[in-house]
C-alpha cells in the first residue's frame, strides 16, 4: 500500500523563476493539502483540494496555485519565485476533507 | 485564536525516562488534537491522535492527556529511547475548515 509520494525531491531555481511540484495520494484518499515548512519551524497550511477545486486557502499569495486531477494527484505551481520561498514543501492527503492527514516526505526546494 | 504554542523547544531524556511536552490552544471549535513524528529529510508521520471528548489515550508507550477546560494538551513518551528522537509537532484541526494548525515543533533527544 503505497504512501504519499512527492516528486521531485529537491529541486533548485533562481529567483523569479516557476515551479511545478507533484504528488500522489495515499491508496484511497482524494483530498490533498499543501503546506510549506520552513527551517525549524512546523508546517504551514498552503490550500487543500477535493473535487479538484480549491476548498481552503491558507494565507498565502496567489503567487501559489495548484491543481488536482481526476486521478486525485496534484500539482503545486509557485511563480516569481523569491529567496523566501526556500522550505520544505509537504503533501498530505485523507479520505475526505476532515479526515486525518498522511504525509509524503516532501520537496526541498532552493532558491539561489 | 488560531495559534497552537508548543514547549519546550527542545528536550533531553535519559534512555528509559519519560519525555513530557505541552501544547495549547486558544480556538475551542477545534475538535481534532494529533501528534506528528518528524525525523530528517521525512515528512511528519502521524503519531497519536484525541478528540476534545475524551481525557486521555494510549498507544503503547505514547499517551496523549487533554484538558478542555483549560485548553491544553500533552504528550507523555514512556521509557524513552534512543530511536525516538526526533522532533515532535502536535497540531490542531477544525473539520469544517480542513487543515491541520501545528506548533513550532519540539526536538527531541534521548541520551543512552
Not at chain 1, 523569479?16 to 527551517?39: E, F, I, M, N
Not at chain 1, 488536482?68 to 498530505?92: K, R
Not at chain 2, 524513552?80 to 519540539?106: E, V
Amino acid at each position: 500500500d503505497a504512501g504519499v509520494t512527492q516528486s521531485p525531491t529537491h529541486l533548485i531555481k533562481t529567483r523569479g523563476q516557476q515551479v511545478t511540484l507533484r504528488c500522489s495520494p495515499k491508496s484511497g484518499h482524494d483530498t490533498v493539502s499543501w503546506y510549506q515548512q520552513a527551517l525549524g519551524q512546523g508546517p504551514q497550511f498552503i490550500f487543500q483540494y477535493y473535487e479538484e477545486e480549491e476548498r481552503q486557502r491558507g494565507n498565502f499569495p496567489d503567487r501559489f496555485s495548484g491543481h488536482q486531477f481526476p486521478n486525485y494527484s496534484s500539482e503545486l505551481n509557485v511563480n516569481a519565485l523569491l529567496l523566501g520561498d526556500s522550505a520544505l514543501y509537504l503533501c498530505a492527503s485523507s479520505y475526505g476533507r476532515n479526515q486525518p492527514q498522511h504525509f509524503g516526505d516532501g520537496t526541498r526546494l532552493s532558491i539561489l | 485564536q488560531q495559534q497552537v504554542k508548543q514547549s519546550p523547544q527542545s528536550l533531553i531524556v535519559q534512555k528509559g525516562g519519560i519525555s513530557i511536552i505541552n501544547c495549547a490552544y486558544e480556538n475551542t471549535a477545534f475538535d481534532y488534537f494529533p501528534w506528528y513524528q518528524q525525523f530528517p529529510g521525512k515528512g511528519p508521520a502521524l503519531l497519536i491522535a484525541i478528540r476534545p471528548d475524551v481525557s486521555e489515550k494510549k498507544e503503547g508507550r505514547f499517551t496523549i492527556s487533554f484538558n478542555k477546560s483549560a485548553k491544553q494538551f500533552s504528550l507523555h513518551i514512556m521509557d524513552s529511547q534512543p530511536g525516538d528522537s526526533a522532533t515532535y509537532f502536535c497540531a490542531a484541526f477544525w473539520g469544517s475548515q480542513g487543515n491541520l494548525i501545528f506548533g513550532k515543533g519540539t526536538k527531541l533527544s534521548v541520551k543512552p
